[in-house]
């Protein structure tokens, strides 16, 4: 049985990437995709799914947009590392349908599907997580219907990549990350102790663009502006697998290695937006979560890329 699934994210080039890891899981049943500002202001970030889901010939899956900013403070100013459009720079015309309306938009879209199928659901964030707080804030039987809760965002044990000591995720809105934390429910971080282990190369890009099926031909068009961002902003001439890793945790946790500690996330000053991990126990109490630690990039790697069709060893070495 394919596990059920709900996708949160802010497409976003990354995003697009783990959307289209999802759809081409047959492990996976994605239900609907929920969208979030962060990437791109949230009327984009909805459209951008729209897209993508177009591109995966998948128009039957609904797009509900959600918050367009933080839960107690004002959005942070837009960057275009993702592209002016979140897309690479695609500037596509608008989508043929809108994204559907929803009592209560993304955090009711999230409460009510989680709760019509207690224990099944699997939820997976991959943008700032105001969303999941309004759903927790909507509906206080969530944490006990989830199934598991798989969120990509966090830099425990290495530096941010927004701040010295932040993750972009985390620090679009810290005091929901506090709160999604806090909540109780079977939660995984992804965040940036392992995606930054698993990057991508030019290789990997040009291996891409010689395979025909509706995704690689989609991530052809998008990656050049994430990779020449990484080159601008970051001198890395790698792109990380942020997003996808959090569909690969789904698909697939023993690709990970994983500890539970407790943790605190910083919301004041120059700090704000920090997860700091305790695994000595030393602020207790404090939430605790599972905490990627560890993975096998490799294999991470060439179960996405079987996925998008490429065959093993059609990368160059
Ligand atoms: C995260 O921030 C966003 O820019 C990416 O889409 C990813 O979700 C990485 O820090
Ligand atoms: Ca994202």
Known sequence: ?????????????DDAMALLFALA??????????????????????RNALHILDAAARPDLPVVAGAS?????????RGKFHGVDGLGNLNLPPPARSPAQWPGGAPGFIADTVLA??????????????????????????????????????????????TPVAEANIFHDPEAARQVFAAGWPLTLVGLDVTMQTCQTPDDLEAISRVDTPAARFITR???VYLESYRTYHNMDVVPTHDPSAIAFALDPSLFSVQRMPVYVETEGRCAGQ??????RQWSPLPEIDVCTGVDSRRLLARFHARLGLQAGSRRA
């Open 69 to 77: 900013q933080p839960l107690a403070r004002p959005p942070w100013p």
């Open 25 to 46: 899981s047959p492990e996976l049943e994605l239900l609907g995709v929920t969208t979030v500002f962060g990437n791109v202001p949230v009327e984009q970030t909805a």
């Open 275 to 280: 997860v700091v991990a305790d695994p000595r």
């Open 222 to 224: 998008i990656l050049p």
């Open 117 to 162: 199928r207690p224990g099944e659901v699997t939820l997976i964030a991959v943008g700032p997580l105001t969303n999941l707080a309004q759903a927790l804030q909507r509906q206080p039987r969530l944490p006990g219907a989830v199934r598991q809760v798989v969120l990509m965002g966090g830099a425990m044990f290495c530096p941010g990549n927004i």
């Open 1 to 13: 049985m394919p596990l059920p699934l709900l996708l949160d994210t802010d497409p976003g080039i």
